[in-house]
């Protein structure tokens, strides 16, 4: 589970967030100044922080700073400041996203599952290659085989198998699924997960792969193995 780090004063923004991410199969942590952030990061490894600007004892800048000294760790700054400047400045020093407030959590959410995919994305080596049990896929040629057998599958199938390989067992909900391989400005109907999910099942029950979309009853779906 990727563990979360929260650097927010504002304590009812960092319950909403917390409990929003939590939903989201996150583990959170949270500080509420830039020395606690900094003391924090230095006693645990985090996935992702999540660094507002405006902070008691040290600002987001300084901990966003200092960070980058030894890590690469994702960083998405949250803050009031809306100028160009604040934001080139965030990203010059190494930031990763900038989201302003007043924001949507669910953006937050989507842009935390985007930056950790790009992430896993970079992580899989130069022949951009991951693989999970008998699936293999090649990000780069787009090429997908399960149990041996070469998958023919349309743009948003493939993202969705490459999200499901990538976070195995995760219970994803519609609206996650929506918003990491549609995109947060996707208005169309949720149902459309439903159709695309049938046809990768198929696809995948077809090439006698061990690994199978499984639908979680009030909850989501998650790609599992099955025996």
């Known amino acids: 589970m990727p563990k979360l780090l929260i650097v927010e004063d504002n304590r009812q923004i960092v319950e909403v967030l917390k409990k929003y991410l939590i939903h989201a199969d996150y583990e959170v942590n949270a500080v509420y100044d ?15 922080i999540l660094l507002d600007i405006m902070l008691p004892e040290l600002d ?41 407030k007043p924001f949507s959590t669910k953006e937050v959410v ?12 970079e992580k899989a080596g130069t022949d951009r290659r991951i693989s999970y049990e008998d699936i ?6 787009k090429e997908v085989a399960a149990a041996g057998s070469k998958l ?3 743009k948003k199938e493939f993202d969705l198998l490459l999200l499901f390989v ?32 049938k046809r990768l099942r198929a696809k995948l029950k077809n090439s006698d792969s061990v690994c199978h979309i499984q639908t979680i009853w009030g909850a989501g779906y998650a790609f599992e193995v099955t025996t």
């Not at 901990?63 to 030894?70: H, L, P, Y």
């Not at 989507?110 to 994305?121: D, E, G, H, I």
């Not at 293999?136 to 040629?141: L, M, V």
């Not at 400005?185 to 159709?195: K, L, M, N, P, Q």
């Open 152 to 154: 023919a599958l349309t």
């Open 136 to 141: 293999r896929i090649d990000i780069e040629t």
């Open 166 to 197: 990538q976070f195995p067992k995760k219970v994803f909900t519609r609206e996650n699924l929506l918003d990491s391989v549609w995109g947060v400005d996707y208005f169309g109907d949720a149902r459309t997960v439903d159709s695309h999910i």
């Open 34 to 48: 830039g020395k606690e952030a900094l003391a924090s990061f230095e006693r645990q490894r985090y996935d992702l």
């Open 60 to 100: 987001g800048y300084a901990v966003c700073r200092k960070i980058r000294e030894t890590s690469t760790v994702p960083i998405i700054m949250i803050t009031a400041k809306s100028e160009d400047a604040d934001r080139i400045l965030g990203l010059e020093i190494g930031a990763d996203d900038y989201i302003v």
């Open 110 to 121: 989507a842009r935390v599952n985007a930056l950790l995919r790009r992430v896993q994305f």
